[in-house]
Structure formats: structure tokens, C-alpha cells
């Protein structure tokens, strides 16, 4: 069973608002990966990390997310200014590489934007 | 571009029938296939994955998968499944080349058991 931790399970915002998430990985796992999971089951790969460093995000999150995974903390994902189409679970998974490696996911956070 | 398709949206089976859900992916070079489920309201948990060797994994849950190059696919199978499988469950690719361990996923297939 998966030991990563999402917090919190659901938020709430309005349109323009901030949303913040945060995740725990696996003890021992350096590498953390965010995904967005919309109702349609479509999944949206958004960034990941190899200890503090972003090895990889994509145009999206260049723009309107930030993330970070600093040292002896969670690690988050910030919405800047929520909006209607950003409402989805937001998941987070970690593994002991960046490859070839299961992916452990925590149980995500609900984001819902009115 | 790398993508996974799972044909069935749906599968609908009795409680001890055995099961197959398709996938098929489209990639030609090195990758790393893997099955996860998701109960309703939770996250994704690991079935199992391949990625070279036996072209027939086993999983979790008396869950295996058999990987087929010539067929481009890596079917899930369970011989006899239980109320508690349902769930809807997806496959995933990853290549190391192109995309730093990011999984692309299926469209997922919800998989219903009745009793």
C-alpha cells in the first residue's frame, strides 16, 4: 500500500483565488510526480522532481502552477489564480527513480472551482 | 508521440469469470509498461509492470499481464475475479527518451462485477 500523503483531500476556491496542495512522498523515494486526473479520466502529466530539482514540467505549469519539493519539507503545487477548468484531482506519486520505477500515488486532492 | 489506448470503456463480467482488459500502445523503441486500479474516490494503486524478460508478468491480487511486441499490447487478465475488483483500472507507457519517467495513460476501462 501506497504511503505517500496528499493534504488537504478537497479544496474549494473561487475563480482567481489560490489553491495549494501538498504532498509527502514514500520515505527513501527522491523522485515526485504531479498529475491532474479530470472527470473524464484524462490524465495530465504537470511536473516532477528529482530531489528539489524540476527535471521535467510542462508549458501549463510554466505559467499558472508552481511547485517546489524543498529539502525536510512537503512538497506543493500552487494554483496562482484558480479556474473553472482547473477543477480535477491533482495527484501525487513518488518512486526511487525517474524511470522504470513504479510510481506509488497518495489519493490526491479534489480541487473543485466555482 | 507515444499513446495507449484501452478499447473497452466498459467490461461487465459475473464474480468468478475471468476477465481480459486491452491495451495497446504505439511506441517503437524502449519502454516500461505498467497497470494500476482506482477504486472510486481514491488514488491509483500498482498492479504490475514490464518492462523487459518474460513477456508475462503476475501482479497483485492474482492479477498478470502478458506484453506482446509483434501486437503492440500488454492485456491485463485475471482468471477469476472478485466483487472487489471493480474498479476502473488503466494502463500506462513511459519512455526514458522522450519524457523523464512521465507515465501516459489510457482512457481507462471500468470494469464491473455482478454477483
Known amino acids: 500500500n501506497s504511503k505517500v500523503i496528499q493534504t488537504p483531500r478537497y479544496l474549494v476556491k473561487g475563480q482567481g483565488q489560490k489553491a495549494k496542495m501538498r504532498c509527502i512522498p514514500e520515505?527513501?523515494?527522491?523522485?515526485v510526480f504531479w498529475y491532474q486526473q479530470n472527470k473524464n479520466n484524462e490524465f495530465k502529466f504537470l511536473i516532477n522532481f528529482q530531489n528539489q530539482e524540476v527535471l521535467q514540467q510542462i508549458d501549463m505549469t510554466e505559467k499558472r502552477f508552481s511547485a517546489e519539493c524543498p529539502s525536510n519539507s512537503p512538497c506543493s503545487l500552487e494554483i496562482q489564480s484558480s479556474e473553472a477548468g482547473d477543477s480535477a484531482l491533482y495527484l501525487c506519486?513518488?518512486?526511487?527513480?525517474?524511470?522504470?520505477?513504479?510510481?506509488?500515488f497518495g489519493p490526491g486532492t479534489r480541487l473543485t472551482v466555482l | 508521440t507515444q499513446t495507449v489506448s484501452q478499447s473497452d470503456a466498459h467490461v461487465t463480467v459475473f464474480e468468478g469469470d475471468s476477465v481480459e482488459l486491452r491495451c495497446n500502445y504505439s511506441y517503437g523503441g524502449s519502454i516500461y509498461l505498467s497497470w494500476y486500479i482506482q477504486h472510486h474516490g481514491h488514488g491509483l494503486q500498482f498492479l504490475l509492470k514490464y518492462y523487459s524478460g518474460n513477456p508475462v508478468v503476475q501482479g497483485v491480487n492474482g492479477f498478470e499481464a502478458e506484453f506482446s511486441k509483434s501486437d503492440s499490447s500488454f492485456h491485463l487478465r485475471k482468471a477469476s475475479v472478485h466483487w472487489s475488483d471493480s474498479a476502473v483500472y488503466f494502463c500506462?507507457?513511459?519512455?526514458?527518451?522522450?519524457?523523464?519517467?512521465?507515465?501516459?495513460f489510457g482512457q481507462g476501462t471500468k470494469l464491473s462485477i455482478k454477483p
Open positions: 506519486a513518488s518512486s526511487i527513480r525517474d524511470w522504470y520505477a513504479e510510481q506509488f
Open positions: 500506462a507507457v513511459s519512455a526514458k527518451i522522450y519524457n523523464q519517467g512521465k507515465l501516459i
Open positions: 520515505k527513501g523515494h527522491p523522485v
